[in-house]
């Protein structure tokens, strides 16, 4: 048994010196501001999270920390007992309580319990597909808005580890995950593994959190955000392309987890995703085990480029 039980990943939190240049990208990423007062900066999604990316102005830039929900504050006071942390308030859009822990690769996890929840703003609504021998829409137009994509909501986060194998007990420990696809380049030799939360029978993402062991030092790999769909994943590459942003890889389709993805770099060189249309499992379809070549590949689209110290993303 754990100590708690995730829910979700709630949010990644970053330093960058200019936040208003930071404020800029995630606009044009397809995030809406939900609070910021000049040292820090909360952006949303169009969901019902009060918010999933922040920003502190720092001179050192880089990746501060990730955010897990949890179910109730009693699951966050057997954490803070457990680890000899301390329960606090969240002064930021929703409020609610935090406890901060320290992973062992050194990553700051705050988990989080007990937030308001934010008023969803609705996304363009978007007529249904004519395809593969059903045809919903007659005499309706299907007119794409030009534009940023509208992210949803944060689904998953990927960290490069040193030791696989000791943080994939250290999160699972407190956090019960469940296994979706552990990554084996040998049959006896295991670098990583997809994770998802324990919802028991309600569906959960096949992967909230990738642990990956590299050879490079321990570090962010990247941070996944859902968009509304596949045209509003496309319009936002369009929209992203055009206005100078660096382009990392995509747009293709992941093996393991299934997504349609394509990925950016902040103007700090932090990896950011675009997703849409991935895998959907409860805690009973248990896990598999996935090659390198499936981690690596594409089912179609770009090829992954390739790699620079020790770095794979999924």
């Known amino acids: 048994m754990s100590i708690a039980k995730a829910y979700d990943v709630a949010y990644v939190r970053f330093r960058a010196p200019d936040l208003e240049m930071m404020h800029s990208f995630l606009r044009d990423f397809g995030m809406l501001e939900a609070y910021f007062d000049g ?17 502190e102005r720092s001179p050192d830039p880089g990746f501060a920390a990730l955010g897990i929900w949890v179910n109730s504050e009693e699951e966050l006071r057997n954490l803070a007992a457990h680890d000899n942390a301390t329960v606090e308030d969240i002064a930021a859009p929703g409020g609610g ?3 901060r822990l320290e992973d062992p690769d050194g990553f700051v996890v705050e988990v989080v319990a007990g937030q308001e929840r934010a008023e969803p703003i609705e996304t363009t609504r978007r007529e249904e597909w004519n395809q ?3 045809y919903p829409r007659t005499g309706l137009l299907r007119r794409v808005k030009q534009g940023p994509s509208h992210v949803e909501r944060l689904g998953h986060v990927v960290l490069g580890v040193s030791n696989f194998r000791r943080s994939e007990v250290w999160y699972k420990e407190r956090f019960g995950l469940v296994t979706s696809d552990e990554i084996r380049p040998a049959p006896e ?9 324990d919802r028991g029978d309600q569906p959960c993402d096949h992967h909230t959190i990738f642990l990956l062991e590299r050879p490079a030092p321990a570090g962010f790999m990247h941070a ?27 747009i293709g389709r992941h093996y393991l987890g299934s997504q349609i993805f ?4 902040d103007p700090w060189g932090n990896e950011i995703e675009h997703w849409t249309d991935g895998d959907r499992l409860i805690a009973a379809d248990g ?21 620079t110290d020790g770095e794979a993303s999924s």
Not at 189 to 197: D, L, S, T
Not at 287 to 307: K, R, T
């Open 132 to 134: 593969g021998g059903r």
């Open 97 to 99: 309580k935090i406890v």
């Open 189 to 197: 030799v295991a670098i990583g593994a997809f994770m998802r939360c």
């Open 224 to 250: 996944a955000y859902e968009v509304a769909d596949l045209d509003d994943l496309m319009t936002g590459h369009e929209h992203l392309k055009k206005t100078g942003y660096a382009h990392q890889w995509g």
């Open 39 to 55: 040292e820090r900066l909360f952006m949303r999604g169009h969901g019902n999270n009060p918010y999933v990316h922040v920003t």
């Open 287 to 307: 896990g598999g085990v996935g090659s390198i070549p499936e981690l690596m590949g594409v089912q179609w689209g770009m090829p992954m480029p390739p790699l």
């Open 262 to 265: 394509d990925y950016w770099k």
